[in-house]
């Protein structure tokens, strides 16, 4: 099983971004995203059912972000518009084997992807 993100990079507030995450080895329950800014604990983003009936995002990112999956391939997806700041972080793909984007955010994954660093200039 392996998780790869890619994608990061510098951007002025209210520019977007898209990470890119691809998922390998096998199919999984539920993936999502998480954050870690410096200086702070890893925090939840986003997550969705891996069939992608169900998502979950924190709060301060709802409305701007969007986390979906390409069926073709695996690749997973982090579509950040209207960035603010406060976004700067090191971002991490997650997998879980089961459970519900809800139980992601409680629980985080099972699998990581290596960080990709999103930094957004003011």
């Known amino acids: 099983v392996q998780l790869q993100a890619s994608g990061g990079g510098l951007v002025q507030a209210g520019g977007s971004l898209r990470l890119s995450c691809i998922a390998s080895g096998r199919t999984f329950g539920v993936y999502g995203w998480f954050r870690q800014a410096p200086g702070k604990e890893r925090e939840f983003v986003a997550a969705?059912?891996?069939?992608?009936?169900?998502?979950f995002y924190e709060d301060s990112v709802k409305g701007r972000f969007t986390t979906f999956r390409d069926n073709r391939d695996n690749t997973i997806y982090l579509q950040m518009n209207s960035l603010k700041p406060e976004d700067t972080a090191v971002y991490y793909c997650?997998?879980?084997?089961?459970?519900?984007?809800?139980?992601?955010?409680?629980?985080?994954?099972?699998?990581w992807g290596q960080g990709t660093l999103v930094t957004v200039s003011s």
């Open positions: 997650a997998a879980k084997l089961d459970g519900s984007p809800q139980t992601m955010a409680r629980m985080k994954g099972d699998f």
């Open positions: 969705r059912s891996w069939r992608g009936e169900r998502s």
